[in-house]
């Protein structure tokens, strides 16, 4: 069943993240799960059964439009509908608020899960930049200073 993720969530949910290859991104912040689930103001579920998180979908919503940050499902519980059924009480929840716009920048191999439930490719391009150089240096002139 969905419910809302929690701080003591957390743990399970990182382990969830950790059990797909290339999914965890080690440059993340200590604290990017409880960041995440703060900022996502009500936005952050997950899927449990019998005491198991099997799967977390989180968003943030910015007004203009909203943003799907997280979407995984333990591998062997795949194409039973979880997925599924995350998106789509975060998508309900956001037409509640009227917010009518949810944007995600997808793995590939994941595209044909969001055109099934309706998504299609904007006529924008997404860019990206990596800040993790300047922020690996903002960290250590903040080191040199204490
Ligand atoms: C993508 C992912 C979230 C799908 O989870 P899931 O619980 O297996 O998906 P569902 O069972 O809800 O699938 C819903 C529908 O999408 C289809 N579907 C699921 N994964 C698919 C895929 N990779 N390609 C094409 N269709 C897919 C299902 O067959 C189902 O179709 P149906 O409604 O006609 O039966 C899961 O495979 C996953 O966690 N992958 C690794 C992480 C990832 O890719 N996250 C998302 C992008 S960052």
């Given at each position: 069943?969905?419910?809302?993720?929690?701080?003591?969530?957390i743990?399970?949910i990182?382990?969830?993240?950790?059990s797909?290859?290339g999914?965890?991104?080690?440059?993340?912040?200590?604290?990017?799960?409880?960041?995440?689930?703060?900022?996502?103001?009500?936005?952050?579920?997950?899927?449990?059964?019998?005491?198991?998180?099997?799967?977390?979908?989180?968003?943030?919503?910015?007004?203009?439009?909203?943003?799907?940050?997280?979407l995984i499902?333990?591998?062997?519980?795949?194409?039973?509908?979880?997925a599924?059924?995350?998106?789509?009480?975060?998508?309900?929840?956001?037409?509640?608020?009227?917010?009518?716009?949810?944007?995600?920048?997808?793995?590939?191999?994941?595209?044909?899960?969001?055109?099934?439930?309706?998504?299609?490719?904007?006529?924008?391009?997404?860019l990206?930049?990596?800040l993790?150089d300047?922020?690996?240096?903002?960290?250590?002139?903040?080191?040199?200073k204490?």
């Amino acid at each position: 069943m969905i419910r809302s993720a929690k701080p003591s969530d957390i743990p399970k949910i990182k382990e969830l993240m950790k059990s797909e290859p290339g999914f965890w991104q080690d440059e993340w912040r200590e604290d990017v799960l409880e960041k995440g689930l703060n900022s996502s103001g009500g936005l952050a579920f997950v899927w449990e059964e019998a005491g198991k998180i099997l799967g977390f979908a989180c968003a943030h919503e910015f007004g203009f439009r909203a943003y799907l940050s997280e979407l995984i499902v333990a591998g062997p519980e795949r194409k039973r509908g979880i997925a599924k059924k995350l998106v789509q009480h975060i998508e309900n929840e956001l037409a509640s608020r009227r917010c009518n716009i949810l944007i995600a920048d997808v793995w590939e191999k994941a595209e044909g899960f969001y055109k099934s439930l309706g998504w299609s490719k904007p006529n924008v391009i997404l860019l990206r930049k990596r800040l993790a150089d300047k922020a690996s240096q903002q960290s250590l002139e903040r080191g040199k200073k204490s």
